[in-house]
Nanobody
Framework: QVQVAESGGGLVQPGGSLRLSCAAS????????MSWYRQAPGKERELVAA???????NYAGSVKGRFTISRDNAKNTVYLQMNSLKPEDTAVYYC?????????????WGQGTQVTVSS
């Protein structure tokens, strides 16, 4: 059974830090690109950061230099370190696992974790 579970969200003051974790099971984690998305109220879901199977990373311009995505294949976990948080980072953060194997696409999502940046 596939499971993708985010944790680590919460309330933080502007300028603070949080580390999100996403634990995966039920599939071969190392074969999947992992991404973090977020969705703020009234807005569309947007890509925040992604890490390939080869650990290449990609970031949205709004978080570049503040957020860091990493993965630990031994623990089937992907992380998002968020520093210098701003109120506009407030959103539900979702973890995504994606792979294309033999022309089939596999796409798994977690339930999301709330991040609120406020004084």
């Amino acid at each position: 059974q596939v499971q993708v579970a985010e944790s680590g969200g919460g309330l933080v003051q502007p300028g603070g830090s949080l580390r999100l974790s996403c634990a995966a099971s039920g599939f071969t984690f190392s074969r999947y690109a992992m991404s973090w998305y977020r969705q703020a109220p009234g807005k569309e879901r947007e890509l925040v950061a992604a890490i390939s199977t080869g650990a290449n990373t990609n970031y949205a311009g709004s978080v570049k230099g503040r957020f860091t995505i990493s993965r630990d294949n031994a623990k089937n976990t992907v992380y998002l370190q968020m520093n210098s948080l701003k109120p506009e980072d407030t959103a539900v953060y979702y973890c995504n696992a994606f792979s294309r194997i033999l022309l089939r696409e596999f796409d798994y999502w977690g339930q999301g974790t709330q991040v609120t940046v406020s004084s």
